[in-house]
């Protein structure tokens, strides 16, 4: 009788959850959500989009109090330094934004610089009863679109405030260590909960042995580099919050700065490797019952962040889905279908800068750059301060003497709008990046004004891998390599494919081995390929 019971009380639950879903408004409302290193777009109601703002704050806030680093930015981040988030529907619309229907990707973030973009669900998918009762049973066994984006933004995080060299398992067990902090009401927050979603690839896969963790040089299969999370995070875990450890560890990570292969450091800074090993399995036994350690920290005068909001104008609320398509990135295809779908709107709201930015970008990807001019001259009217309207300027200037009159010495007109663009925003890296590709596009050696701008900005693009190439080239042009190989190490590292594959571990092979011109024309070679590849699609 109460199995019985319990199965009709499980059928009414999850009934009740389909309906309540079922209910939600057709027309749900979009908001704007800033602090101080994010802008969220949310299509969900004020409190709950105010609520993950200041809660998405205070996990920035959490990484920077651990690190000793200022909780505010010296000075205001301009937007393009600053994560934009947008924030809209269910795991299956991310999913094929992103890409992969069906799939079940639940967010996912691109380190753009001048740019960088997060796209997470404001729900999650419930498609049956069945399911409902998964998730009853093992809620905690599953990833959910909160840890994504905040793993994501640890790697963002890591990238920017720690331009180092990092070996490839510990830059994922980082961003799975610090992922899982836990917020309290009183301003504390928690350090040390496990990834609870990684418990069955802890518990019930392989673990990766740690001499071929540790050593670069070990053929990664499929299965090592997803334990990358799973083991990875037991080791960092445990190496983190034991005392006489801990110190070890930031040992081997100077090691690996340093250009010591990873075995080696390994050796040198944790000693005996079997008994690591062992000390690690002791702690993967003490774990699953429950007992691992970690702190409370309370920020000293603690202030809950401040949260700007307003709620979307009809104009920007007509273009906000096709504005996220052309921030996700779009090919020949999807850029021919956002523009034409933007093209009435950007008619229909002549007096908003919002619709007009947009226009102009889609205009700019569809290589429509006539009607991009248009809208970039209905923007600037609007606004002649608009940083964004003299960027696109530029970018359709480029565009057009790339695809349309084929006309390289136009990328030279494109300079004194970049310019405009770094004046009225000098923390945007992009305009800077572009003044120094206008040379290098129109088969021009860059000037030395030029190569500076390239590397002034290094301090706000360094999470990009894409200007870290940019950089790195540069810098083997020059015959540079020890300095190149600086820029080049932390996205070669983070590689997770077989070695034989790294093309930018190569690279880094041969400044190693002093072969500073075989590295530069490698480099070259990857970069020509891959901007082949990009301009094809």
């Given at each position: 009788m109460?199995k019985?019971?319990?199965?009709?009380?499980?059928?009414?639950a999850?009934?009740?959850?389909?309906?309540?879903?079922?209910?939600?408004?057709?027309?749900?409302?979009?908001?704007?959500?800033?602090t101080?290193h994010?802008?969220?777009?949310?299509?969900?109601?004020?409190?709950?989009?105010e609520?993950?703002?200041?809660?998405?704050?205070r996990f920035?806030?959490?990484?920077?109090t651990?690190?000793a680093?200022?909780v505010?930015?010296?000075?205001?981040?301009?937007?393009a330094?600053k994560?934009?988030?947008?924030?809209?529907?269910?795991?299956?619309?991310i999913?094929?934004?992103?890409?992969?229907p069906?799939?079940?990707?639940?967010?996912?973030?691109?380190?753009?610089?001048?740019?960088?973009?997060?796209?997470?669900p404001v729900?999650?998918?419930?498609?049956?009863i069945r399911?409902?009762?998964q998730?009853?049973?093992?809620?905690?066994?599953?990833?959910?679109?909160?840890?994504?984006?905040?793993?994501?933004?640890?790697?963002?995080?890591?990238?920017?405030?720690?331009?180092?060299?990092?070996?490839?398992?510990?830059?994922?067990?980082?961003?799975?260590?610090?992922a899982?902090?836990?917020?309290?009401?009183?301003?504390?927050?928690?350090?040390?909960?496990p990834?609870q979603?990684?418990s069955?690839?802890?518990?019930?896969?392989?673990?990766?042995?740690?001499?071929?963790?540790?050593?670069?040089?070990?053929?990664?299969?499929?299965?090592d580099?997803?334990?990358?999370?799973?083991?990875?995070?037991?080791?960092?875990?445990?190496?983190?919050?034991?005392?006489?450890r801990?110190p070890?560890?930031?040992?081997?990570?100077?090691?690996?700065?340093?250009?010591?292969?990873?075995?080696?450091a390994?050796?040198?800074?944790?000693?005996?490797?079997?008994?690591?090993?062992?000390?690690?399995?002791?702690?993967?036994?003490?774990?699953?019952?429950?007992?691992?350690?970690?702190f409370?920290?309370?920020p000293?005068?603690?202030?809950?962040?401040?949260?700007?909001?307003?709620?979307?104008t009809?104009?920007?609320?007509?273009v906000?889905?096709l504005?996220?398509?052309?921030?996700?990135?779009?090919?020949?295809?999807?850029?021919k279908?956002?523009?034409?779908?933007?093209?009435?709107?950007a008619?229909?709201?002549?007096?908003s800068?919002?619709?007009?930015i947009?226009?102009a970008?889609?205009?700019v990807?569809?290589?429509r750059?006539?009607?991009?001019?248009?809208?970039v001259?209905?923007?600037?009217?609007?606004?002649?301060?608009?940083?964004?309207?003299?960027?696109?300027?530029?970018?359709?200037?480029?565009?057009?003497?790339?695809?349309?009159?084929?006309?390289?010495?136009?990328?030279?007109?494109?300079?004194?709008?970049?310019?405009?663009?770094?004046?009225?925003?000098p923390?945007?890296?992009e305009?800077?990046?572009?003044?120094?590709?206008?040379?290098?596009?129109?088969?021009?050696?860059?000037?030395?004004?030029?190569?500076?701008?390239?590397?002034?900005?290094?301090?706000?693009?360094?999470?990009?891998?894409?200007y870290?190439?940019?950089?790195?080239?540069?810098l083997?042009?020059?015959?540079?390599?020890?300095?190149?190989?600086?820029?080049?190490?932390?996205?070669?590292?983070?590689?997770?494919?077989?070695q034989?594959?790294?093309?930018?571990?190569?690279?880094?092979?041969?400044?190693?081995?002093?072969?500073?011109?075989?590295?530069?024309?490698?480099?070259?070679?990857?970069m020509?390929?891959?901007?082949?590849k990009?301009?094809?699609?």
């Amino acid at each position: 009788m109460n199995k019985v019971l319990g199965r009709i009380r499980n059928t009414l639950a999850a009934t009740a959850a389909i309906a309540a879903l079922a209910a939600s408004p057709a027309h749900a409302e979009w908001w704007k959500a800033e602090t101080d290193h994010f802008i969220i777009y949310s299509e969900d109601s004020k409190d709950d989009t105010e609520a993950f703002a200041r809660e998405l704050e205070r996990f920035d806030n959490a990484l920077r109090t651990i690190q000793a680093l200022p909780v505010k930015p010296e000075e205001e981040l301009s937007d393009a330094n600053k994560v934009t988030i947008f924030r809209e529907g269910r795991v299956s619309g991310i999913a094929k934004l992103a890409g992969a229907p069906g799939s079940g990707v639940a967010g996912f973030y691109i380190p753009r610089a001048g740019a960088p973009v997060a796209f997470t669900p404001v729900q999650e998918d419930i498609t049956d009863i069945r399911s409902i009762r998964q998730r009853a049973r093992n809620t905690e066994a599953e990833i959910d679109p909160r840890s994504i984006l905040q793993h994501e933004y640890v790697h963002h995080f890591m990238l920017q405030t720690f331009p180092a060299t990092y070996p490839d398992w510990y830059i994922e067990a980082f961003a799975e260590l610090y992922a899982t902090i836990e917020l309290y009401d009183d301003g504390t927050f928690h350090l040390g909960n496990p990834p609870q979603y990684r418990s069955f690839q802890i518990y019930n896969l392989r673990s990766f042995p740690l001499k071929q963790m540790f050593d670069q040089n070990h053929e990664r299969s499929g299965l090592d580099r997803f334990q990358f999370y799973g083991t990875g995070w037991m080791v960092a875990h445990y190496l983190s919050f034991n005392p006489e450890r801990r110190p070890q560890l930031f040992q081997y990570l100077k090691a690996i700065g340093e250009g010591q292969d990873g075995l080696t450091a390994a050796k040198e800074a944790f000693g005996d490797l079997d008994k690591l090993q062992d000390e690690v399995d002791a702690y993967k036994r003490q774990a699953k019952l429950g007992k691992l350690p970690g702190f409370d920290i309370k920020p000293a005068d603690y202030v809950a962040p401040a949260v700007e909001m307003r709620e979307l104008t009809p104009a920007e609320e007509s273009v906000i889905k096709l504005y996220m398509r052309s921030r996700r990135g779009v090919d020949r295809k999807d850029a021919k279908e956002v523009a034409d779908s933007i093209e009435a709107k950007a008619a229909e709201y002549p007096s908003s800068l919002f619709v007009q930015i947009a226009a102009a970008e889609a205009f700019v990807d569809a290589r429509r750059y006539d009607e991009a001019d248009r809208a970039v001259a209905r923007a600037l009217a609007l606004d002649p301060n608009s940083s964004q309207a003299w960027l696109y300027k530029a970018k359709s200037i480029m565009g057009r003497a790339e695809y349309e009159a084929k006309d390289m010495a136009m990328y030279a007109d494109a300079r004194e709008p970049l310019a405009m663009a770094n004046k009225l925003d000098p923390q945007n890296p992009e305009p800077l990046i572009l003044y120094y590709e206008t040379y290098r596009r129109a088969g021009e050696a860059p000037t030395e004004n030029a190569i500076v701008a390239l590397e002034s900005v290094f301090e706000d693009a360094a999470f990009d891998a894409a200007y870290r190439m940019i950089l790195a080239r540069q810098l083997l042009i020059e015959l540079k390599g020890p300095l190149a190989k600086t820029v080049l190490a932390p996205i070669a590292f983070s590689f997770h494919g077989d070695q034989e594959d790294n093309k930018l571990g190569q690279v880094i092979d041969l400044i190693d081995e002093q072969k500073t011109e075989e590295a530069r024309d490698k480099l070259i070679e990857l970069m020509a390929e891959a901007e082949r590849k990009a301009k094809e699609s």
